[in-house]
């Protein structure tokens, strides 16, 4: 019966072992379908929880990222984590339209911060 048992245990082993192996391929070839499929004016969530709209999707290898209002930035396709559906997006961004968003800055000039050293008319005497 012991003679029975550990050949038994390998087998089960070995089929967990391909089974997870044939699920993993499978995850992956989808991951890579998915970053090939991209195309300009699709919003995607980067690996680094990035969220943006590709600008450019003409090249393999890269695909330029708009972040904000005219900032673009260039990330390699393998970056792209997932697909934001519109539906998913407008409900995200609440009164912006997907793809092409209409962000505001809401920064003024209170909000700025100078990282100028003070000149010697504004240097405190500490010596007082």
Known sequence: MD??????????????MFLSMRKQKKRAAEMQDMQASVSTGTRIQLTSGLFGTVIDAASSDYVD???????????????????????EAAATYPGHTAPEADYTDYADDSDSVSLDKPSSDDARDTDK
Not at 3 to 16: E, N, R, T, V
Not at 68 to 87: F, H, K, Q, S
Request: net charge positive; proline share 5%; no cysteine.
């Open 65 to 87: 990222v708009e972040i904000a209002t005219g900032v673009v930035t260039r990330w390699n396709r393998l970056a792209i984590m997932r697909v934001i559906p519109t539906d």
């Open 3 to 16: 003679a029975l048992l550990f050949p038994l245990l390998l087998a089960l082993l070995a089929g967990f």
